[in-house]
């Protein structure tokens, strides 16, 4: 089984207020890429890939109201608090918080937790009140995880190092699947290897040994989780993404890096076809 997930972080805001959006006005956005998607989605058999698409939390409720009965498109969040309602407790004192309950009762089924975008967030933070222990992110970021699951949501746990951490790749992965997944049931988890030393403009992207190597790593560090590729499947990396055996499907965001970047529905539909079409021929010649 392959699983194919879409970040869409902020993608919604419109190019005029400086985001990448130019597919749909912001109050149907999220409608738009459900319409858009949801028939070419349904081609493929649910037993060879699933697929999960998180959502800013202004469109979850338009997401699920367009899609159809049996939808291969689950709808995720893009983080849950570490805290949550509970009988005789907390009845929702939030604010500007997502609780995971909230997340459940909107329709989401899965979130994703630890994106390096967190993590960075959570650095920043921490490094305001002089805590400087990368160990205390991966405790904050399995209270999240439970919270999730208590909920009944799949979670997409992201995990990754940095350039300077990358002498130690493995005592800095090692730390974040240990703490991040500690007490936490494995069937509720698929792990993304973000290799954050290769993201973003002018970086070189991560090739297919070293990605290799670390998607054993983190196999056998998990007893044989799911993993996919965090660093961003694209139309230029799907084929070789397909073709390890120790990754299990990708995180999509943007579609499109160079002039009118951005996300395009249509651009989605052509990744997943050729990561499936790559998958689909090696499952034939086995």
Not at 123 to 137: H, K, P, Q, R, Y
Not at 229 to 249: P, T
Request: glycine residues 10%; aromatic residues 8%.
């Amino acid at each position: 089984m392959k699983h194919i997930f879409l970040n869409l972080k902020r993608f919604d805001i419109p190019k005029q207020m400086g985001g990448v959006n130019s597919i749909a006005d912001i109050d149907n956005w999220g409608a738009y890429i459900v319409k858009n998607t949801e028939e070419k989605l349904q081609t493929y058999k649910k037993d060879q890939v699933d697929f999960t698409i998180f959502f800013p939390e202004l469109h979850i409720l338009e997401a699920n109201a367009a899609r159809k009965i049996g939808s291969p498109i689950q709808i995720g969040c893009q983080g849950v608090l570490r805290t949550d309602v509970y009988p005789g407790g907390n009845f929702g004192a939030f604010t500007a918080g997502r609780p995971a309950a909230a997340m459940k009762a909107a329709g989401c089924d899965a979130v994703i937790i630890g994106h390096c975008e967190e993590r960075n967030f959570l650095n920043n933070v921490l490094s305001e009140a002089g805590i400087t222990d990368a160990d205390a992110i991966n405790r904050i970021l399995n209270e999240e995880i439970k919270a999730a699951v208590r909920r009944g949501m799949k979670v997409l746990y992201c995990i990754g190092e940095k350039s300077e951490e990358q002498e130690h790749w493995q005592n800095v992965l090692g730390r974040q699947l240990e703490l991040g997944l500690k007490d936490v049931d494995h069937s509720m988890v698929i792990v993304a290897y973000e290799p954050v030393w290769s993201i973003g403009p002018g970086k070189t992207p991560a090739g297919k040994e070293y990605i290799t190597m670390v998607a054993r790593f983190i196999k056998e560090k998990t007893g044989g989780m799911d993993i996919v590729y965090g660093g961003g499947l694209k139309q230029d990396n799907a084929e070789m993404l397909a073709s390890i055996k120790e990754i299990d499907g990708g995180l999509i965001a943007l579609t499109r890096f160079t002039e009118e970047i951005g996300f395009y529905p249509e651009e989605y539909l052509e990744i997943i076809n050729i990561y499936m079409n790559a998958v689909l021929g090696q499952e034939v010649v086995k």
